[in-house]
């Protein structure tokens, strides 16, 4: 069974900077990509992105604002927001593409971690 577990979300005002962590685990099997993820209507929006080799992947609205890292050896990964704004408020998930001892691949999500951005 795969969890992952956030933390770290909360309220901040604009120009403030919160840290997002999530721990992921699970017996048998390989986590290849980790990331963060926001929930816009109907669909949850690549934030970024971090793979087993530590290749990252941010999107355009948060490039210079944000950073993500990885701890391996923990299976744990790390957004740190920096100068928010009002638009970043949501709900962040942390998505990881897990892969089982048979080669198959899927994407589990986490609970989701709300983050409200004051102006």
């Known amino acids: 069974q795969v969890l992952l577990v956030e933390s770290g979300g909360g309220l901040v005002q604009a120009g403030g900077s919160l840290r997002l962590s999530c721990a992921a685990s699970?017996?048998?099997?390989?986590?290849?990509?980790l990331g963060w993820y926001r929930q816009a209507p109907g669909v949850r929006v690549l934030v970024a992105s971090c793979?087993?080799?530590?290749?990252?992947n941010y999107a355009d609205s948060v490039k210079g604002r944000f950073t993500i890292s990885r701890d391996s050896a923990k299976n744990t990964v790390y957004l740190q927001m920096n100068r928010l704004k009002s638009e970043d408020t949501a709900v962040y998930y942390c998505?990881?593409?897990?892969?089982?001892?048979?080669?198959?691949?899927?994407?589990?999500w986490g609970q989701g971690t709300q983050v409200t951005v004051s102006s």
């Open positions: 998505g990881a593409d897990v892969e089982n001892s048979r080669g198959y691949t899927f994407r589990y």
């Open positions: 699970g017996s048998g099997f390989s986590f290849n990509a």
């Open positions: 793979t087993s080799r530590s290749s990252t």
